[in-house]
């Protein structure tokens, strides 16, 4: 069964670094584009970053570029997300998705109403306190 399973989330004060890492497992993700989102309470799901199956290509949201990156070991089928500078506007429930043609896909899902078609992980919430 094919599944992503996130971690590393947690309680972090305002500008702190924070890395979640995300495990894809029961199928070849390598193969998949990988990507971060995020929702916070009250507000719609956000996309962050996005990174190739090959790893040459990433996107950001504006609002993070410069602070969070997105690498990813395809060997592993793992894809990290490394945030710096934290602010309480960071504090949200941060999920992994998978895409198997692009991270374009990932990237425009929320603004064309695809979320449903991508594979999700559970989310660990993350914190950032003042």
């Known amino acids: 069964q094919a599944q992503l399973l996130e971690s590393g989330g947690g309680l972090v004060r305002s500008g702190a670094s924070l890395n979640l890492s995300c495990r894809g497992s029961?199928?070849?993700?390598?193969?998949?584009?990988m990507g971060w989102f995020r929702q916070a309470p009250g507000r719609e799901r956000e996309f962050l970053a996005a990174i190739s199956s090959t790893g040459t290509m990433t996107t950001y949201a504006d609002s993070i570029e410069g602070r969070f990156t997105v690498p990813r070991d395809t060997g592993n089928n793992v894809v990290y997300l490394k945030m710096h500078d934290m602010t309480t506007e960071d504090t949200a429930v941060y999920s992994c998705?998978?895409?198997?043609?692009?991270?374009?896909?990932?990237?425009?899902?929320?603004?064309?109403?695809?979320?449903?078609?991508?594979?999700w992980g559970q989310g660990p919430q993350v914190t950032v306190s003042s």
């Open positions: 998705a998978a895409d198997p043609q692009s991270l374009i896909n990932l990237e425009h899902a929320v603004r064309i109403g695809t979320l449903k078609r991508l594979e």
């Open positions: 029961g199928r070849t993700y390598s193969t998949y584009a």
